[in-house]
Antibody, heavy 121, light 108 residues
């Protein structure tokens, strides 16, 4: 059974940093692209970033480019999202999601339950 | 960036009725790389349809997707009580993937 478990969310002040982690199990993590999607409270889904199976291709939404960094450790079956220079508008539930294919740029067939990031003073 | 516009914003229907949800793209979606997801309150999204018309594993056949280029449709043939939720379309024809703003299907 595919499982994705996010951690690392919490309350952070504007301008601060946070690192999210997503532990994966139930599939060959190193064979699939992964991504992060966020959802502000009461609002819709926003794609944040994607990374191919070997980290050879990485993409970011314009809203986070230059502030967020996606990475993965295939030896630990873990996906990361380093978030710097956080703003109030980054407040959201952050979902980790598995791509259907190995190259980044497809749809998500499995999702974690999400971790809440709140940016506030 | 491809902008996806979903309509209507809210659909009020009764169980057993047919639901038709629209997703329109600001430019043609490459290879009809369009997916649909269902999200219930407090839950993560669930994949329903990919490639505009292929049902994901375990999805009932009352869910169907159609369309091409810039106009896509999700149809629920007969609404079951568990189908009342928010539905999102997503394009993955571009490396910068985008979602529509969602359509809420609520009980009339």
């Amino acid at each position: 059974e595919v499982q994705l478990l996010e951690s690392g969310g919490g309350l952070v002040q504007p301008g601060g940093s946070l690192r999210l982690s997503c532990g994966a199990s139930g599939f060959t993590f190193s064979s699939y692209a992964m991504g992060w999607v966020r959802q502000p409270p009461g609002k819709g889904l926003e794609w944040v970033s994607g990374i191919s199976f070997n980290a050879g291709s990485i993409y970011y939404a314009a809203s986070v480019k230059g502030r967020f960094t996606i990475s993965r450790d295939n030896s630990k079956n873990t996906l990361y999202l380093q978030m710097d220079s956080l703003r109030a508008e980054d407040t959201a539930v952050y979902y980790c999601a598995k791509d259907f294919y190995s190259g980044s740029g497809s749809f998500f067939d499995y999702w974690g339950q999400g971790t809440l990031v709140t940016v506030s003073s | 960036e491809i902008v996806l516009t979903q309509s209507p914003g809210t659909l009020c229907l009764s169980p057993g009725e047919r639901a038709t949800l629209s997703c329109r793209a600001s430019q043609s979606v490459s290879s009809n790389y369009l997916a649909w997801y269902q999200q219930k309150p407090g839950q993560a999204p669930r994949l329903l349809i990919y490639g505009a018309s292929s049902r994901a594993t375990g999805i009932p056949d009352r869910f169907s997707g159609s369309g091409s280029a810039t106009d896509f449709t999700l149809t629920i043939s007969r609404l079951e009580p568990e189908d009342f939720a928010v539905y999102y379309c997503q394009q993955y024809g571009s490396t910068l993937r985008t979602f529509g703003q969602g359509t809420k299907v609520e009980i009339k």
